[in-house]
């Protein structure tokens, strides 16, 4: 990333979108949500065009909003998993 | 340990069924967890029913996605004006809103943002493009063109055309469910006021060859109406490119709320249709009644979403649906997959198992949502019309299960319901005397079966 915004503050920007998505009752959601960060930093990693990384770092902030709005609702855990002794996306 | 301790406790069915049946069992679940239940008793489905089943019916609906309701929530809790309203700030702020969401649906299909008129959902916008054109031009021309395989409520409102005296053309469709375009040719006279032809397939999930239909109708000069309710924000697609004169659209088969939709009528070469319902004029009068607001923009936000998802969904889909077949396909004989296998949306996956009921199997699939067909007429026992007109045998349309992927569906999902379906198939097969004489070498086709 060879931009004028600092790695560490993407690197922090990653590991709280994963943090907060991770919180999502609805398995889900929290699933999509992880792998939707992931692979979207992933995609992005070779961005170097400033402007573009400048968006996607909004983008991300944005969300990370959104999700600490939108993870509170309950809902009844799936059959899946009270069976399997089953990796619950963290 | 200590979680699967209380919500043994607190889930009211766990500690229903535990303490109903055996008081041991209840013990072994409070120290070692609920897995254990799995693994004592295999072809009980009795313990199966806490929690909610997996979700495999994306073409039903489809769950909304956070970021829509996100959208939505401010204009469901503090911005309430009236769209239509312009002598208050709240009526503006609400109408901005209603704009925007107008533009983000325009941009999703390459139309303009003048061109979307937004309805209560796609029968609403089938209806108003089916009966609203055929009506309008009625006194030159009084012949429409649909497929076997449409929507009910399109062939339904092309009954109610026939009853005012209109002559419809019903297109079979081939064995892969997709129709031939000399037929389609053959079947324009110059009577022809539309041809409307479903992009996706609710059922089985071809994709017709909209870009070609479109070319055939600007050729003839006649309108064409395609219903992409499962089709839009889940493959490309464009109206211009496509020649798509009215388009029809869902909001919750695209991650947004029920209640709303959407139709596309093009402006250029103008379309005219005749509204049905009578009002205040609202939409350009196609579409009388207040507009939504907290729909609308949850539509427009589903749309964008969708818009900018789009590859990264398809992949997926791609990916989860030949991982399910693979799956499938390994472990089980005699299935069919209903549906061009190459022309169709990967999410939505049709097969028929021989020689197993398909109701029997969606009751022992407990922990899966699933369907045999459209959600409409889940209720009937009846075969599906959409698999008699693809030809489909009568006992093959009756074994049929629809399997529907989605955006929020985990591979872990896919593998569990794989394993299931495959476990039950072979379970259900086994007890099927039909089955016994198959593995004998006897064609089943071939039987005269003694009638009492």
């Known amino acids: 990333m060879a931009s004028n915004i600092p790695k560490q503050q993407i690197l922090s920007l990653y590991k709280s979108l994963i943090r907060e998505s991770g919180k999502f009752p609805n398995y889900n959601f929290r699933c999509y949500a992880i792998r939707r960060v992931k692979d979207s930093f992933k995609a992005n990693k070779l961005l170097t065009d400033i402007k573009l990384v400048r968006k996607e770092v909004d983008y991300a902030k944005e969300n990370l909003e959104m999700i600490k709005r939108q993870c509170f609702f309950w809902t009844r855990t799936l059959i899946m998993l009270h069976l399997q002794n089953h990796p619950r996306c963290l | ?452």
């Not at chain 2, 009577?191 to 479903?198: C, G, K, P, Y």
């Not at chain 2, 045999?372 to 959409?386: H, N, R």
């Not at chain 2, 349309?397 to 999902?413: D, K, P, V």
């Open chain 2, 1 to 452: 340990m200590f979680r699967v301790f209380i919500r043994s406790f607190v889930t009211p069915n766990i500690s229903k069924s535990a303490l109903g049946t055996q008081q041991e069992n209840t013990i072994r679940t409070i120290f070692q967890g609920a897995k254990l239940f799995s693994d004592s008793d295999k072809f009980s489905l009795k313990h199966e029913e806490v929690g909610r089943p997996i979700y495999f019916d994306a073409q039903a609906t489809t769950p909304m996605d956070p970021r829509v309701l996100d959208a939505m929530l401010p204009y469901l809790v503090s911005y309430h004006g009236n769209p239509h309203s312009r002598t208050h700030p709240y009526g503006w702020e609400s109408e901005a809103a209603v704009e925007m969401a107008r533009e983000q649906v325009a941009n999703l299909i390459g139309a303009d943002a003048k061109e979307i008129i937004f309805t209560s959902g796609a029968t609403e916008s089938n209806n108003i493009s089916v009966k609203g054109v055929a009506r309008f031009y009625s006194p030159r021309k009084k012949h429409i063109i649909t497929t076997q395989i449409e929507h009910k409520c399109v062939l339904d409102s092309c009954r109610v055309l026939e009853g005012e005296g209109f002559k419809v053309t019903y297109l079979p469709v081939g064995q892969n469910g997709i129709i031939s375009l000399e037929d389609l040719e053959k079947a324009i006279t110059t009577e022809t006021s539309l041809v409307t032809i479903m992009t996706v397939n609710n059922e089985i999930g071809v994709k017709q060859p909209i870009a070609d239909i479109g070319a055939i109708c600007k050729k003839h000069k006649v309108f064409f109406h395609t219903d992409a309710a499962q089709a839009v924000g889940k493959i490309p697609l464009d109206v211009n490119k496509m020649n798509i004169d009215l388009m029809s659209i869902s909001g919750h088969k695209v991650y947004g709320p029920k209640g709303v939709g959407a139709l596309y009528i093009r402006r250029r070469p103008r379309v005219r249709v005749e509204p049905i319902q009578s009002g205040g004029g609202q939409e350009r009068g196609i579409r009388s009644g207040t507009v939504p607001t907290p729909l609308v923009v949850g539509l427009g936000a589903a749309c964008e979403l969708s818009n900018r998802e789009m590859e990264y969904d398809l992949a997926w889909m791609e990916k989860l649906s030949k991982r399910f077949l693979d799956r499938i396909y390994s472990k089980l004989t005699h299935v069919i997959r209903n549906g061009d296998p190459e022309q169709s949306y990967h999410g939505c996956i049709n097969l028929s198992f021989a020689y197993v009921e398909g109701e029997s199997l969606l009751m022992a699939l407990k922990d899966v949502a699933l369907s045999s067909g459209s959600a409409c007429t889940s209720a009937s026992l009846e075969p599906s019309y959409v698999l008699r007109a693809i030809g489909a045998d009568e006992d093959l349309a009756h074994s049929s299960i629809r399997f529907g992927l989605g955006r929020f569906t985990t591979i872990e999902e896919v593998d569990y319901t794989s394993d299931k379906t495959i476990k039950h198939v072979i379970r259900l097969r086994e007890m099927s005397p039909l089955w016994e004489m198959v593995q004998e070498g006897i064609d089943i086709k071939n039987i005269q079966w003694s009638q009492h």
